[in-house]
């Protein structure tokens, strides 16, 4: 059982080696990608099976690192909670890899695309798995450094490069105090073992090593799960591919954050401080990234803001749960979310590719006529929304149901902010979900066509790649105009190709249907994964009645888009976030400036005073030069008369 | 024979080649002078060791000495001299000299090289044609 | 006053008033010719001193060698023919060059004459010949001999080189 659980962290990671080995064929690449994730997920089930609730193991993994005053095991762990996210994110990376052999089989980089998603895999298992927090950084900047390669998979778009510079930057700076809150809670303990962080003593009164770690360990998580003064990375990253989409939002990167604070749990309990920090972040987030979400008119981009939406409810449960409850319930909803937001993710990728487009206006009804896609984005949205009986619904209920034994029991008013945050955000995602559907399941009515809308239904008609290149020359026309905003605002470009769908990637999409549909059951081998209070089902299900009726009536009955009825202006903003990307660019500029700043500094003040003695003695230098430069004639004479009154001197001194 | 006599002469000659050395601006010239004085040098070695009870034959021998470090020592100031007419196109010891240690002051030189000296392997430099 | 004084004073006077031609001539190939006068009738002195071996070297090397370089480089660096001024310093420094020559000259004979007034040496039956120089030259100096032959292949690959440098100046050969 030790060997399996070393081996699922490996395997991956020499997937991904032996898939850039094998590049050159196209077959070998994908037998590796697919070969490896089909074993990673059987192994996972194995450990899943194996792992009684109490069972923890410490496991060795690559053996002590020789430090003096740290002691570093570099420990893996496997119990009931690791293992359950293993399994779920082997089964969500499996269905992404086959679905990828579909999508990029005209890619000529997809074995690059599909070894990176084995490293990053690799990343985000070692994640789950590590017992050190030597391991869980590293596993932590492996994703970030894939997300990188992922999101510029399509390095000749000049937005997708942009894209992944500003995800790598954001994430990076936010890591910064990763690290610092890792090292603090590590040097309290004096060990990065995971054990020994949780179970050193408490110091009487207030601990600020232990608060100023746990606030950096938030702020990291921010960064990678979108949080939100970190938020806006997430949005542009939907310029990867989309089953890069899918692996980001789903189970990886931006819910590994979730998954560091649940291990780290038992100490957030006891920090009053880091627990409303992160409290505030996470409700202000989910409700921000919800209204947001509403008003996008890309249906990527709308799926990336419901991402952020929530993981910040799982962020919530966890500032929320009172200690008894514990972290159980966030991550209840992190394995619920993965299955539907891959499904959401896959279903869009599948739907994009065969209309070429991602806009939600080109998009509009093109549903309807697809049945097995209109029943998997059904699903997808439904779960989304929290209707029952999908896993939406009771995983989300779950976490609020933790969040309001919190606000009644003894939590107080940070949990009443985020119940009150969590209860808005079930009507705002029911209301945004609903739009969407609408949109895409109502035919565009003939009689309202604008010049623009007639234009897309134009190409529509013609199909196939004249869209495609005309939506991806307007994109590139737009870039130099607007290098801050993403093109044509919230629109992104598309991709993939026409091809009918395999019956593969298709089956792997029905696979995470049932998965989003069936999940509930696999939850319940984890204690206290599902609990539906009576009281909170019944508000929630009521505030998504609610939800869903006023973005329909909003919709005149889904003839035309619900988020038409907001302000234009407020509109536009919501689309481009509200200028985060421009904050963003002045904060690079600002630190820039400083930089530079520095360097003169540095330079003309600092360094000054040590370079004066070399300027001085150059300059002396020079004036000796000037000064022995003499007229040989003069200067012999010179010399002689003193050859001659040294002898003289020295002869009748001598005499 | 009395010995006062070529020391005398040795007086005379060092004081003769003395104001050469210093009355001529032409470097081949001074150099004369330079050779009147070692052969004054020559001249109290040979006097010296004509003297009956000198030991090792010191004076002949030194002289002889002498007189090849001076053929040594013309061979190396005549090379000097021409390398300074060929650089300079003159070999006029009163000229004042344009020595700089700044590569950005000397217009003629190429700031690769050294400032001052560089060896003249190829036979279209124009410092060749100067000397030719 | 022997005969060899007289002799010595002749070809002593002869030395000294070519010197004294060579380094006042304003003719630049006179000089030369005139330090071939001087180095030759120091070769007499040295006749007169008894010292064959190292009269014959001195005409050999001096008047046969290094004149002939003088020479040489004389032409080589295109010296005028005929009487020019521009060969000499300006007079206020040859007047201190004559004062410098004087001092040098009164300098040495003071301290030199006393150290050998009125030693007389015959010479007609010298000590040190030919045979005894040799001798001396590869038994207690040999090893000096051995450096000074280094010396000059030393000074011959300098010269070499040296010749082969030009020195980098604005002014340029009219």
Redesign the interface.
Known sequence: MIEVVRLVVLLPALAGLAGLLARRSAVAARAIAVGSAVVVSALALAVALAVSPMNTADIDSVGDLPLRNLSAPLHLLSDQLSSVVTLVVALVVLAIQVFTVWYLREDPRYAQFAATVSLFTAGMLLVVASADLALTLVGWEVMGWCSWLLIGHDSERRSARRAAHKAFLVTSVADIAMVVGLIALSVRARSTDLLDVLTVPMLPGADAVLTVGLICVVIGVAGKSGLVPFHDWLPDAMEGPTPASALIHAATMVAAGTYVIARLFPLYATDETARTVLAVLAAVTMVYAGLLAFAQTDLKRLLAYSTLSQVAIMLGALAAAPPEVGPVPAVSHLVGHAFFKALLFLGAGWLAALVGATALETLRGRARDRRALRLAMAIGLASLAGVPPLVGFFTKDTAIDAALEGATGSEGLRAWVVVVALFATTALTAAYCTRAWLLLDTPRPTPTLTPSAANDSFEVEHGGAPARSLTTSAFDDAMPATPLAVGEPGVLAAHGDHKPITLTASLSVFALAALTVFGTLLLMGLDGAVHVGLASAIVSLLLIAGGCFAAWSWSDRGRRDAAERLPSRLRAGAVVGFGADTAYARVGAGVTALARLVVVLDRDVVDASPRAPAVAARQLGRVGVRVHRAVPASALLGVVVGIVVVAVLGVTVWQ | ?????????????????????????????????V??IL??A???L???????D?P??????L???V??????????A?????????????????????????PAD????DPA?D??????GDRD????E?AS | MTTRDIVFVVVGAITALSALLSVTTRHVVHAALWLLVSLGSLAGCYLVLGQELVALVQLLVYVGAIVVLVLFALMLTRAPIGPNPDISTPPWQRVVAVVLGGATTALLAATLLPVLSGVTVDLDRPRSGTLQIAQAVFGTWVWPFELLSVLLLVALIGAFAVSRLVIRQGVDAP
């Open positions: 024979m009395h010995l006062q006599y070529p020391l005398a002469l040795a007086a005379l000659l060092a004081g003769i080649g003395v104001f050469g050395v210093l009355a001529r601006r032409n470097a081949v010239l001074v150099l004369i002078g050779e009147l052969n004054a020559n001249l109290i040979v006097t010296v060791g004509s003297q009956p000198a090792f034959a010191a004076g002949p021998v002289t002889l000495f007189i090849t470090i001076a053929a040594a020592e013309v061979c190396v005549l090379a000097v001299i021409l390398a300074m007419f060929r650089g300079l196109g003159h070999i006029d010891l009163t000229a004042d000299p344009e020595l700089t240690d700044n000397d217009p003629a030189a090289d400032p001052d000296y560089a060896t003249t430099s124009p410092r060749n100067v």
